[in-house]
């Protein structure tokens, strides 16, 4: 996977991201979004890789600022939340003028992202001791014999890392003045039981990097699942809080 084909995505289907997650259903009847936002302290927030801007519904009016490179994306979300601010602005390039926030968000997108470079703005971004919060996909959970791991290995993703694949994360944040607080995986419910539910499931593997054939079988293994009268299948999404240590200079 290329960051190239993943915007190219994100323009072709813009919203896709969130289409997916707003099914997802976790323990207690959390979303992805939700999930994510419990780690937020009450202050500014700053939405990086917004999309849609779905985090803003979960963050006080007023208080969120979004931004994104895709003109796609927000577009979808001035037309699902006109009241959320956003600028368009590549992350590592945007300006915000010397403001300061309590904390920094990124849904599905950490892995896409050099992550010393992300650190190092985050520290101009965050007060001391703000919150930087990601959700991540997981490539390669230890979920042996999980209908999750059959798809992966289906579409040939299982193994496959991200841009940014994340490891040694604890240290590698260290040194850049963060101290990683928790760093957990859930399992979210999608649906799967309608053609199309499973399709949306499978374009948002990035599907034209996989040839007909990968997402065939990936189609059939979806479809045995179903007839097995499974109609959902367990997505693992990671979790990862980090805050800026108090001596941190920006």
């Known amino acids: 996977m290329t960051r190239a084909s993943i915007d190219a995505l994100h323009d072709r289907v813009p919203g896709i991201t969130e289409d997916l997650l707003a099914t ?3 323990s207690e009847g959390a979303s992805p979004y939700s999930w994510l936002a419990e780690l937020l302290p009450s202050g500014q927030v700053l939405d990086l890789c917004c999309g849609s801007a779905p985090m803003a519904e979960h963050v006080g009016r007023g208080q969120y600022l979004g931004v ?8 979808v979300a001035a037309a699902r939340r006109p009241w959320a601010t956003t ?11 010397g403001r300061t926030f309590a904390a ?3 849904s599905m997108a950490l892995m896409l992202l050099p992550l010393e470079a992300l650190l190092g703005r985050a520290r101009e971004w965050l007060s001391p001791g703000g919150v930087l919060a990601a959700t991540v996909p997981v490539r390669d959970p230890e979920l042996d014999g999980s209908a999750y791991n059959g798809l992966l290995s289906a579409m040939g993703w299982r193994g ?3 841009p940014e694949p ?4 604890a240290s590698r944040a260290a040194e850049a003045g963060f101290t990683v607080e928790s760093d957990e995986l859930r399992l979210f419910a999608v649906p799967i039981a309608t053609t199309a539910d499973r399709e949306l499931l499978l374009r948002s593997f990035y599907l034209p990097d996989r040839s007909s054939n990968r997402v065939g079988f990936a189609r059939k ?3 045995a699942e179903v007839a097995a ?4 299948i367990g997505y693992p999404i990671r979790r990862l809080c980090l805050r800026r240590n108090e001596s941190a200079s920006a």
């Open 166 to 169: 994340l490891q040694g994360v």
């Open 160 to 162: 496959e890392t991200f």
């Open 104 to 106: 920094a968000t990124l």
């Open 68 to 75: 994104d490179s895709s003109v796609s994306e927000l577009a």
């Open 229 to 232: 009268g499974r109609s959902t």
């Open 87 to 97: 600028v368009r602005a590549d992350v590592h390039g945007v300006d915000l003028a």
């Open 221 to 223: 293994l979806l479809l």
């Open 24 to 26: 997802a259903v976790g």
